[in-house]
């Protein structure tokens, strides 16, 4: 398949997952989350393919949403196709947690909302001295999406991660692999050194065992990730269709403080 927004490399039993929207900071969109869908199906089927690596394009990562997107389906009144895309990246997050082959997220930027999740959802997260993770939905009225919540509570802790999610406070590298959910820090300059040596540790392992460990994680840990995806969605929205996220948009691309009044 020819992709439009992601680019999808192989070489030496990697797969490369490259976000390719610079130009509104990675953010997500339909086709965009469908394009990495149908990349994490290919490399699953594909049995020459031992490890997926998750990188981006450009100077931030990924802001989650894309914010562009969002202003123009609350001036068309277009909500369901944001809906939609909180739909994809649960299912985002979900894949990668399934797949039965290690991934690794390189970030070098910040990180926000979905794209956070995202974050949670790989086994090795590789973050540089420039990455910041942002849960950021608290800023426009919304929920975490792509099992945010879930993640955060098993990588953090409850109380941790409801600090996050109801501040928005950012997470630097440094504190992020402090909390766990990032395995190693380093310099820019460093990222390619970092994952090679990761790659070739993971190489000399077992991709059986590898596999093996994701399926028992996956049902002593997530097994009841079904049942949060549909109350998440289900909140989501909800949300989507009040007036405090339409304020959060508008306040975004006006580069003001939202005024909420929890309608």
């Known amino acids: 398949m020819s ?14 997952l490259i976000f390719n929207r610079p130009e509104v900071s990675n953010g997500f969109n339909v086709l965009m989350c469908e394009e990495i869908l149908d990349a994490i199906e290919t490399i699953k089927q594909e049995n020459s393919i031992k490890i997926l690596v998750i990188k981006a394009k450009g100077k931030i990562f990924s802001v989650g949403g894309d914010l562009e997107e969002m202003k123009r389906a609350v001036s068309e009144d277009d909500i369901r196709s944001l809906v939609k895309i909180a739909e994809l990246v649960q299912n985002i997050s979900f894949a990668i947690k399934k797949l039965p082959k290690p991934v690794i997220l390189c970030a070098n930027g ?26 950021a939905f608290v800023n426009v009225g919304l929920a975490p999406d792509a099992g945010g919540l879930y993640l ?31 395995y190693k820090k380093c310099t820019e300059d460093e990222l390619d050194k970092v994952l090679n040596l990761l790659l070739k540790r993971l ?53 003001r403080r939202p005024i909420f009044t929890g309608k």
């Open 3 to 16: 992709y439009q927004t992601i680019i999808l490399e192989r070489k030496d039993e990697v797969a490369q």
């Open 110 to 135: 910040p990180v926000a909302g979905a794209a956070f999740n995202i974050a949670l959802a790989v086994d090795f997260c590789i973050a540089t001295t420039k990455t910041k993770f942002i849960q």
């Open 152 to 182: 955060l509570v098993r990588s953090l802790g409850i109380n941790r991660a409801l600090h996050l999610v109801m501040t928005g406070e950012s997470v630097s590298a440094e504190k992020a692999e402090n909390y766990g959910f990032v």
């Open 203 to 255: 190489k000399r392992g077992s991709f059986n065992s590898y596999a093996a460990m994701k399926s028992l994680l996956w049902k002593s840990y997530f097994s009841d990730w079904n049942d949060y995806a549909n109350l998440e969605l289900s909140l989501q929205k909800s949300l989507a269709f009040r007036e405090d996220f339409k304020e959060g948009v508008l306040a975004y691309g006006e580069r």
